[in-house]
């Protein structure tokens, strides 16, 4: 929903029935909250005549300049200096009414004090005098300051992506396809030409000023804004993420008292800013007012420290362990085995990850687990409530289904880059599959998997030849190329039923070329740019720029390990940049070649 020009005008220009605004005009808005709500908000007209609408309303801290430029004036009751057309009464002797009043009201009681002192009245009496303006601005900006001091801080990033997006030609996957990080499911239509109030790094003056700019692009949760006034120049585009503090919607300034002053660069091709900005907002849309709050509010999560779960084995795929929750960031867990004592042996996932589970979830379904030695729970520490993880759809195991010995296609989960040739090796409770990649399997089975029938990871024979997919056929065979007709007879086994996969494919919203921030499933601690690069009913092939083909995976469009452009920056994940050369990326590959974490052998050998 959104709402109408009237309650964001008076946001804007914050009007209120008992008082004139900074720039003298009459009252004739009324704020109707009701229509607040999601999306963002329309401006739009209140009345026959764009004079009646007033501008942003500061209390006297609209448009500030030093004193003797042309069109300015200085308010005799609080010092500030601002643009003469927008003073209060035909006089402009005064910023605003309530100077005005505050003027009168000083002088009345400046001539009572006088006449009881026995000395002439004087027009201002200081007892009452506001301070200036910079004197405010710089009390705001020291408290700005002392806050900030007291926050902590965000790393900072070592990659821009501003920089790397240019000048808006490379596309992001916006917010909305991604359900699972903050605000993803209340973006709403926040999208190109939305307006904004945001810091002005081209006032030219000491202190923090804000100036409205509209969005050109949007990359996820990245904006390339322009400030108004510049229209179709380009040179000072600037890129800014949407959720970060210093982005308001436009009325934020006048709520708040903030100064909005213009560009400096823009001063000489407008006389009358006020008519400018009625112009230019009159049926723009710009944030709902509780944007802010929302993306606080979404930055909440329910798992915490010391939470116990049930993950997989990173060793042996084939079993679970315990875990506790060791760091929450972003959603992403950082999980330790429960045996280890330094802390080292830790594996990360987000918390809707299909790879974690609640404490009994094992034994629940005949999934295998390592006992652990540890007796008891230490103090502090608490099983994961289960409504936490996430649900998989239920199935009807009482008609046809699975069987042990099935043959299907999976993607490799020691390899993602490919889809095998797979086999049903267990069929579990409540839906969930022990899968094993043929010709590559130990004997006693401690690389099997998991995975739930609805799983988008597994699919029917045939999938990768309808599909103009690349079939990893098992190690060692050698009856190329590989025909599922033929390789069916040999083994003398079946194929699963088609009917038993899930054929779901949601409106996801990705395209081919897409930015966003991916998990490294064979290293899932790190989060690295990334593009799509292909796409396949709802799967997606995921490069890793600056990387090989290679290291390529294909990754559900749901999946919770994938991110929009700007989710490091503000959940205070460290994002991996590309690999910028050929040796960067040689040393890069020798690290991840070394690592057993959730990652086998490349099996080169088998395409």
């Known amino acids: 929903r959104s709402r109408t020009r009237d309650s964001v005008l008076r946001e804007l220009w914050t009007m209120s029935r008992k008082r004139r605004d900074s720039f003298g005009m009459l009252d004739g808005l009324e704020e109707d909250r009701s229509s607040c709500s999601g999306g963002v908000t329309q401006l739009t007209p209140t009345s026959s005549s764009s004079s009646s609408l007033t501008l942003i309303k500061t209390n006297g801290q609209v448009y500030t300049y030093p004193d003797g430029k042309a069109g300015m004036a200085?308010?005799?009751?609080?010092?500030?200096?601002?643009?003469?057309?927008?003073?209060?009464?035909?006089?402009?002797?005064?910023?605003?009414?309530?100077?005005?009043?505050?003027?009168?009201?000083?002088?009345?009681?400046?001539?009572?004090?006088?006449?009881?002192?026995?000395?002439?009245?004087?027009?201002?009496?200081?007892?009452?005098q506001k301070p200036p303006l910079i004197t405010k601005l710089a009390a705001y900006a020291q408290h700005q300051a002392n806050q900030q001091s007291g926050v902590k801080k965000i790393p900072v990033e070592m990659f821009d992506w501003g920089r790397y997006l240019g000048d808006g030609d490379?596309?992001?996957?916006?917010?909305?396809?991604?359900?699972?990080?903050?605000?993803?499911?209340?973006?709403?239509?926040?999208?190109?030409?939305?307006?904004?109030?945001?810091?002005?790094?081209?006032?030219?003056?000491?202190?923090?000023?804000?100036w409205i700019a509209g969005i050109i692009k949007l990359a996820g949760f990245k904006a390339l804004l322009r400030y108004e006034g510049f229209d179709s120049d380009s040179t000072r585009d600037f890129w800014l993420n949407l959720c970060v503090p210093d982005i308001h919607p436009v009325g934020w300034c006048?709520?708040?008292?903030?100064?909005?002053?213009?560009?400096?660069?823009?001063?000489?091709?407008?006389?009358?800013?006020?008519?400018?900005?009625?112009?230019?907002?009159?049926?723009?849309?710009?944030?709902?007012?509780?944007?802010?709050?929302?993306?606080?509010?979404?930055m909440h999560f329910p798992f915490k420290k010391q939470m116990r779960v049930e993950v997989v084995d990173k060793t042996h795929l084939c079993r679970t362990r315990v875990a506790l929750v060791e760091q929450v960031i972003g959603g992403r867990l950082r999980l330790v085995y429960e045996e280890c004592d330094d802390g080292t042996d830790d594996f990360w996932c987000h918390m809707y990850s299909p790879?974690?589970?609640?404490?009994?979830?094992?034994?629940?379904?005949?999934?295998?687990?390592?006992?652990?030695?540890?007796?008891?729970?230490?103090?502090?520490?608490?099983?994961?409530?289960?409504?936490?993880?996430?649900?998989?759809?239920?199935?009807?195991?009482?008609?046809?289904?699975?069987?042990?010995?099935?043959?299907?296609?999976?993607?490799?989960?020691?390899?993602?880059?490919?889809?095998?040739?797979?086999?049903?090796?267990?069929v579990l409770a409540d839906g969930y599959l022990m899968i094993?990649?043929?010709?590559?399997?130990?004997a006693d089975g401690s690389d099997w998997f998991c995975y739930h029938s609805t799983s988008p990871s597994i699919f029917p024979a045939g999938f990768c030849e309808i599909n103009d997919i690349?079939?990893?056929?098992?190690?060692?065979?050698?009856?190329?190329?590989?025909?599922?007709?033929?390789?069916?007879?040999?083994?003398?086994?079946?194929?699963?039923?088609?009917?038993?996969?899930?054929?779901?494919?949601?409106?996801?919203?990705?395209?081919?070329?897409?930015?966003?921030?991916?998990?490294?499933?064979?290293?899932?601690?790190?989060?690295?740019?990334?593009?799509v690069t292909r796409i396949v009913h709802r799967l997606l092939r995921i490069h890793f720029d600056g990387w090989e083909d290679e290291y390529d995976q294909w990754v559900d469009c749901e999946s919770p390990d994938l991110y929009p452009v700007g989710w490091c920056q503000l959940t205070g994940y460290q994002l991996q940049p590309p690999a910028v050369n050929a040796d960067l990326q040689s040393a890069a590959s020798?690290?991840?070649?070394?690592?057993?974490?959730?990652?086998?052998?490349?099996?080169?050998?088998?395409?």
């Open 74 to 128: 200085t308010c005799e009751m609080c010092g500030m200096v601002g643009v003469r057309d927008a003073f209060y009464s035909k006089t402009k002797r005064f910023c605003s009414v309530s100077c005005s009043r505050s003027y009168s009201s000083n002088s009345k009681k400046a001539s009572i004090l006088a006449r009881l002192q026995g000395k002439p009245p004087t027009k201002k009496a200081k007892v009452l």
């Open 170 to 210: 490379v596309t992001g996957a916006p917010v909305s396809c991604f359900k699972h990080v903050p605000m993803g499911k209340s973006w709403g239509d926040i999208s190109e030409g939305v307006r904004v109030e945001v810091p002005n790094t081209d006032s030219g003056l000491p202190m923090k000023v804000y």
């Open 470 to 531: 690349e079939l990893t056929p098992p190690r060692g065979y050698t009856n190329l190329p590989f025909r599922w007709f033929e390789y069916l007879k040999e083994t003398k086994s079946v194929a699963a039923p088609v009917n038993l996969f899930n054929k779901d494919v949601p409106n996801h919203g990705f395209r081919p070329g897409m930015k966003l921030e991916a998990v490294d499933l064979m290293e899932p601690r790190l989060v690295c740019v990334a593009t």
């Open 254 to 298: 006048a709520a708040g008292g903030k100064p909005l002053v213009p560009p400096q660069t823009l001063l000489h091709r407008f006389t009358n800013w006020k008519t400018f900005l009625i112009k230019r907002l009159t049926g723009s849309k710009t944030l709902p007012p509780d944007f802010s709050s929302k993306v606080q509010e979404s």
């Open 590 to 607: 020798k690290q991840r070649k070394k690592s057993q974490q959730y990652k086998g052998q490349k099996k080169s050998e088998s395409f």
């Open 355 to 426: 790879l974690i589970h609640s404490i009994g979830w094992s034994r629940s379904i005949g999934h295998r687990f390592k006992r652990s030695d540890v007796s008891k729970k230490l103090d502090g520490q608490v099983d994961a409530p289960g409504q936490l993880f996430a649900k998989v759809k239920e199935v009807d195991q009482s008609g046809a289904w699975f069987e042990d010995g099935m043959k299907l296609e999976a993607i490799d989960p020691l390899n993602l880059s490919a889809i095998c040739v797979a086999t049903v090796r267990k």
């Open 436 to 442: 094993g990649i043929d010709g590559s399997e130990a």
